[in-house]
């Protein structure tokens, strides 16, 4: 099972709004609708941010938004702030009945 | 509200074998999995594999079938790694997490446990 594909970083100017792809397989993202974004900062344990594609946990700004069209899942951050510069991993539930990360993107606010 | 505690930082010679731990508290785990992740030094997450407490079902990520063994006491709702020959490409910090069966996401984290194996 490889590892979902997403970019290594993605920058933005405070206020602008990113998009972080998730790109996998029908074998995963295209299959289920459970893919999940994580926000992880240094040294830190993942904080779940998204879940089942497009739901955000209860305490998560509504500034987190995701979708997913065929193999790929997207996170969307509006309204950038300072404190959003993190690292971000998808992970997605698969037909062999494990989870797998995606290969996580370095958000830099500019 | 669910915790996970993790065990402490170890540091280990190659050949060695080791068991760190994840203690739940906060509700009962009967029905919840525990995943464990490895992040090695400056890189990405991955999944270890997986262990539900009810009836201790396993299942384990392809790259580390055979190199890790994952347990449970769900008497003292506590999940298990465990390394039999530790290797030095081992060292990583590994988290465990918690799902609810049912669910596919995993809201409640460990703080993480620092593996170190090294001559």
């Known amino acids: 099972q490889s590892a979902l594909t997403q970019p290594a970083s993605v920058s933005g100017s405070p206020g602008q709004s990113i998009t972080i792809s998730c790109t996998g397989t029908s074998s995963d993202v295209g299959y289920y609708n459970y893919v999940s974004w994580y926000q992880q900062y240094p040294g830190k344990a993942p904080k779940l941010i998204i879940y089942e594609v497009s739901n955000r946990p209860s305490g998560v700004s509504d500034r987190f938004s995701g979708s997913k069209s065929g193999n790929t899942a997207s996170l969307t951050i509006s309204g950038l702030q300072d404190e959003d510069e993190s690292d971000y991993y998808c992970?997605?539930?698969?037909?062999?009945?494990?989870?797998?990360f995606g290969t996580g993107t370095r958000v830099t606010v500019l | 509200e669910v915790q996970l505690e993790q065990s402490g930082a170890e540091v280990k010679k190659p050949g060695e074998s080791l068991r760190i731990s994840c203690q739940g508290s906060g509700n009962s785990f009967t029905n919840y999995w525990i995943g464990w992740a490895r992040q090695m030094p400056g890189k990405g997450l991955e999944w270890v594999g997986f262990i539900h407490f009810r009836d201790s079902e396993t299942r384990y990520s392809p790259s580390f079938q055979g190199q890790v063994t994952i347990s449970a006491d769900k008497s003292i709702s506590t999940a298990y790694l465990q390394w039999s020959n530790l290797k030095a490409s081992e060292t990583a910090t590994y988290y465990c997490?918690?799902?609810?069966?049912?669910?596919?996401?995993?809201?409640?984290w460990g703080q993480g446990t620092l593996l170190t194996v090294s001559s």
């Open positions: 992970s997605s539930y698969t037909t062999t009945n494990i989870y797998v």
């Open positions: 997490a918690s799902a609810v069966h049912g669910s596919s996401s995993w809201p409640h």
